[in-house]
């Protein structure tokens, strides 16, 4: 028998920094600030949209290796796919210029890291790739759809003078301390379909149908399907065919080959 498709429940997450209104992806209103939504099928790949009103703090991630010596986890490559964003709208990732990790470090205790930081504006449909390793920070005003190893192992390293818990010695440890790599430029698969980035922990598409996208039945692949407006489905390995509407889509998986996708 082959796998079901499941749509994924969010698991809200309340954040000082998030919003109580989260239109048009979610309907609801809340009490409370909600900065992150959570959808998590128990893979190697987790999924969150954020929404953020302030900026949040500076942080960095270490890799597997480090992370699985000093945690027993993965470690945690990401990737930002901007769904909206407001002014001031603007993310960071890297330096402006290359500095020591003594720089870095007394950078991180004086606040003059923020300065020091790659701010750059952003617009829905960009893509940004967040390495392990890569200092980064996320502006107010946006929305983002994060893609990442399934971990939650996060070096806070500077966060604005509010009393939260630095860890400065094993996040200047595993920091890159120059600027950032080029974004990846998305590669034309086929007819309304792109790839956005591919790296060793997972591939993302854009999927763009006039009518519907279809995964057939059979894949080799456990997928991830997010709809830009907040819809999540799990796809298993093995599966059952999954249709649903067109409009554009993300696909991500853990594959060295494309997945067979139908669109209409």
Known sequence: MRNLPFQVTPDFRERVWGRRDLRPFFS?????PIGEAWFDCGRPILVKLLFTSERLSVQVHPDDAYAQKHHGSLGKTEAWYVLDSQPPGEVAVGFKEPLTREKLKASALNGEIEHLLNWRKVKPRDLI???????HAIGAGVTICEIQENSDITYRLYDYGRPRELHLERGVEVSHLGPPESDPKPLQLSDGREELVACEHFRIERLRASRAVTI?????????????????W????????????GGEWLLTYTSETPAEVRLS
Request: glycine content about 10%; overall charge negative; some cysteine.
């Open 129 to 135: 790739f967040t390495p392990a390793g890569a200092v």
């Open 216 to 232: 057939p039945a059979g894949s080799p692949h456990y997928l991830i399907l997010i709809g830009t407006m907040g819809e999540v």
């Open 28 to 32: 609801q209103t809340f009490e409370k």
């Open 234 to 245: 799990c796809i298993p390995a093995d599966n059952e065919p999954l249709t649903v509407s």
